[in-house]
């Protein structure tokens, strides 16, 4: 079990960040994007290679409107 | 947005929006850039992006702030978007973050998200005034310094603290006013003004703006900048009170430079008694 966002999801350890972007229809491409996993970054450079392992937490952000 | 004002800064190779100062004149100085406004505007809190986008345009702004927050795949709109069309930098912050560690892991998100190193630090101590953790503080500032960041923090309104962090390599500070949202104005205005002998750096006063007059008084105390968030987002007319803030940190910062006359108990003429008639 993979938890992306706060969530337990159907990403699988062995599925790359890539795929749990996809997940939350945030395209490879996505322009104001950044991934964490288990509290370190991952860059956007790795997100087709980096690999999930099992329990792993994923923390997908984006910009929001704040002071 | 731009008008024919709006020309390149000769300091900087990076155009600039901004057309409250003429190129190279009078510029609002952080780190390596600068900037015509002296207005910064913080994002929070408007009721929509729309009305964002238009307050941006009134306030004249060349920086806005933005959060980090997890995606939201049924959310409207794209802000970053919007940010990008405005033509405005953006500054991140770590609002949320009670550790330095949290703030230094936000910072480094952020920073692979906008691809920018600059960010506003903010190390929160207490839900209830959200007034700044000091030690977590300095301690998150050290190390975004070390990392290579531009690092602006949010401090509390005490000049000692304000020079540890220029000691440490920041890029700005940023006292309150008075708490985040509070709209209480600038609450120790002796204070602002020590900060200012105390650091050469860029003072921007960030929080308790609640109108155009602390605004400016912020400016005449010698602050080089005014961040306002709440004060024009939460305004009834946020676009109006956009302008406002812009041409209240315009005044203040000419007031300041003119030189206030000394305040004084009795009455000073300014009519000459000389040549005055015997009837």
Not at chain 2, 170 to 186: E, Q, T
Not at chain 2, 201 to 224: F, N, P, Q
């Amino acid at each position: 079990m993979i938890r992306l966002n706060g969530h337990d999801s159907d990403v699988r350890a062995g599925e790359s960040v890539a795929e749990a972007l996809g997940r939350l229809d945030v395209p490879s491409d996505a322009r104001g994007v950044a991934v964490a996993v288990d509290g370190e970054v991952v860059p956007r450079a790795q997100w087709e290679s980096f690999v999930l392992q099992e329990h792993a937490r994923v923390e997908v952000l984006t910009a929001m409107q704040g002071g | 947005m731009l008008d024919a004002t709006d020309t390149p800064s000769p300091e900087s190779d990076t155009p600039s929006r901004g057309s409250d100062a003429a190129p190279g004149v009078d510029r609002l100085r952080i780190a390596d850039r600068t900037f015509g406004s002296r207005l910064l505007l913080g994002t929070g809190g408007f009721p929509s992006l729309a009305i964002l986008g238009e307050a941006i345009a009134a306030s004249g702004c060349e920086i806005v702030t933005v959060a980090l927050r997890r995606v939201d795949p049924g959310a409207r709109g794209s802000l970053i978007d919007l940010l990008a069309d405005a033509g405005v930098e953006l500054l991140p912050n770590t609002a949320g973050c009670h550790t330095a560690r949290d703030a230094v892991l936000t910072a480094r998100l952020a920073r692979e998200a906008f691809e920018t190193p600059w960010i506003k630090l903010e190390v929160i101590g207490d839900e209830d005034t959200l007034l700044p953790d000091a030690p977590e503080l300095l301690r998150a500032a050290e190390q975004l310094v070390d990392e290579g960041f531009v690092v602006l923090p949010y401090t509390t309104d005490d000049p000692v603290l304000a020079r540890r962090l220029a000691d440490v390599g920041c890029a700005a500070v940023m006292p309150l006013g008075s708490p985040i949202g509070s709209g209480m104005g600038i609450r120790n205005p002796y204070n602002i003004a020590l900060i200012r002998e105390a650091v050469e750096l860029a003072l921007v006063l960030d929080a308790g703006i609640g109108t155009a007059s602390d605004a400016a008084l912020a400016m005449e105390l010698g602050c080089d900048a005014v961040l306002a968030a709440s004060a024009i987002s939460r305004a009834q007319d946020p676009v109006r009170m956009a302008g406002a803030m812009r041409a209240a940190v315009q005044a203040g910062r000419l007031a300041r430079g003119a030189g206030r006359i000394p305040r004084r108990l009795y009455a000073s003429a300014s009519t000459p008694d000389e040549g005055l008639p015997e009837l």
